[in-house]
Nanobody, 121 residues
Framework: QVQLVDSGGGLVQAGGSLRLSCAASGRTFRTYVMGWFRQAPGKEREFVVAISQTGGSTIYSDSVKGRFTISRDNAKNTVYLQMNSLKPEDTAVYYC??????????????WGQGTQVTVSS
């Protein structure tokens, strides 16, 4: 069982930045594919970005490419999502997730509890 704790959400003005963090339990974090998803009110959860076990490969959704950056620190069992140039349409609950193998296609195996990001115009 893998436990994930998402944090770092908040309220920010359009054009601002936030950094989300996701801390994972377990001694095998380095073997996990990590991803971020988001769900806006009234919408389905959507894929945002994923990073491979070593950090050597990343996949971004078109909606965040060039603005968001995923990174991981395997020594700290933590994955980060740096979000710049935020837009009101980025408002959502953001979830980190674990998949036990590449590629980052459904289904994902474990989920965090989510952290709210609100971008005001």
């Amino acid at each position: 069982q893998v436990q994930l704790v998402d944090s770092g959400g908040g309220l920010v003005q359009a054009g601002g930045s936030l950094r989300l963090s996701c801390a994972a339990s377990g001694r095998t974090f380095r073997t996990y594919v990590m991803g971020w998803f988001r769900q806006a009110p009234g919408k389905e959860r959507e894929f945002v970005v994923a990073i491979s076990q070593t950090g050597g490969s990343t996949i971004y959704s078109d909606s965040v490419k060039g603005r968001f950056t995923i990174s991981r620190d395997n020594a700290k069992n933590t994955v980060y999502l740096q979000m710049n140039s935020l837009k009101p349409e980025d408002t959502a609950v953001y979830y980190c997730a674990v998949r036990l193998r590449w590629p980052p296609s459904p289904p994902w195996d474990y989920w965090g509890q989510g952290t709210q990001v609100t971008v005001s115009s």
